[in-house]
């Protein structure tokens, strides 16, 4: 049975998982989202605090986490990480300051090196500001290596930046105010586009195309995470509704890369704000990390429908889910 791994907020918030039990937790503070390296021998989690932080640990045989360092961002409250593809360079986007950092990684370790930078978005446009409560700055909120650059959603902009791979601003896509941008993804192994999810406006974009909705209330749900299916023939997004159980959208995506329209389905996702969630090594299942459950929920998979498998564990305050 797949060892995997879940991050969230506390005090000790990294949790090494297997099956439907937390077989280990590590002391690391607001653990809110994890990555790993190209050849997964090492695991990367931030530390969501004001003077953020990032943490490196080896995957030892068992599936177990030896730590190996740490390093302060520069910026507050760091909410996603990755790595290059060849694995010399960490980008950590932190939010509440708008800026992206970038590490130099250790060659013989692994372990979090240099900062080289602290790119400050301040500089690249006014905040949007049609949401006043969440647009009154720059909020950086994910950051992904595309080989010579780097993409970066910046929610309080309403932008979606490309920066060079040690942080020159090349160029910045403007969303359509009060989109949010929060994640993005693209669909593996395809000439399609980028798909951008807007947590502000519950609605999933290609980058440069125009907004299909998510299928529930705009303004009393913000949307979380975005997955390409296996098959890569469906697009899901993960939405929260205040107190109420939150739930998974679902759009078929057609061969060349176009949301079907009218194609939205929506299902439970288990339990109260669905924080993040991704498929199994099988792709059968998919876990959710549904945070103001305490619990990660696992549902079912088949062919474009979820439904609840009946199983679930017990992890305080989950946020984030790695095989």
């Not at 797949?2 to 918030?13: D, L, N, P, T």
């Not at 190209?38 to 599936?63: I, M, P, Q």
């Not at 790595?83 to 130099?104: D, E, H, M, Q, R």
């Not at 697009?235 to 176009?258: F, K, T």
Request: hydrophobic share 35%; aromatic share 8%; with cysteine.
């Amino acid at each position: 049975m797949s060892i995997f791994y879940v991050g969230g907020y506390g005090e000790e918030s990294l949790h090494v998982c297997e099956g439907q039990e937390v077989i280990d937790i590590l002391p690391v503070k607001n653990a809110s989202y994890l990555c790993f390296s190209k050849d997964r021998s090492r695991l990367y989690a931030v530390s969501e605090t004001e003077n953020g932080g990032v943490a490196a640990f080896a995957v030892e045989d068992d599936g177990g986490l030896a730590y190996i360092n740490d390093g302060l961002t520069g910026g507050d409250h760091p909410c996603h990480l990755s790595i290059s593809p060849n694995g010399k360079l960490l980008y950590v986007a932190n939010y509440s300051s708008g800026s992206t950092t970038i590490f130099t990684l250790e060659s013989a370790t692994g372990g979090i090196g240099e900062c080289i930078t602290v790119v400050d978005h301040q500089g690249f446009g006014a905040p949007s500001n049609t949401v006043p409560e969440r647009q009154l700055r720059s909020h950086a909120h994910y950051v992904q290596s595309f080989g010579d650059h780097i993409l970066v959603c910046d929610l309080g902009l309403d932008a979606v930046l490309k920066l060079g791979v040690k942080g020159a601003l090349i160029d910045k896509n403007d969303l359509p105010p009060g989109f949010g941008p929060r994640h993005l993804v693209l669909r593996p192994g395809k000439k399609t586009p980028i798909y951008v999810l807007g947590e502000l406006e519950s609605a999933v974009m290609p980058l440069g195309g125009m907004p299909v909705s998510l299928g529930v209330p705009k303004g009393t749900t913000i949307s979380a995470a975005i997955r390409v299916s296996p098959d890569s023939r469906y697009l899901l997004a993960s939405n929260r509704i205040g107190s109420a159980d939150g739930s998974i959208s679902v759009l078929m995506l057609r061969e060349n890369g176009a949301i079907a329209e009218g194609s939205e389905k929506v299902f439970s996702s288990g339990g109260r704000c669905p924080r993040d969630f991704v498929f199994d090594p099988t792709g059968s299942k998919v876990y959710v990390a549904n945070q103001d459950s305490n619990r990660v929920d696992i549902l079912n998979w088949n062919d474009g429908d979820l439904d609840h498998s009946g199983l679930s564990f017990e992890v305080t305050n989950p946020t984030c889910v790695l095989f």
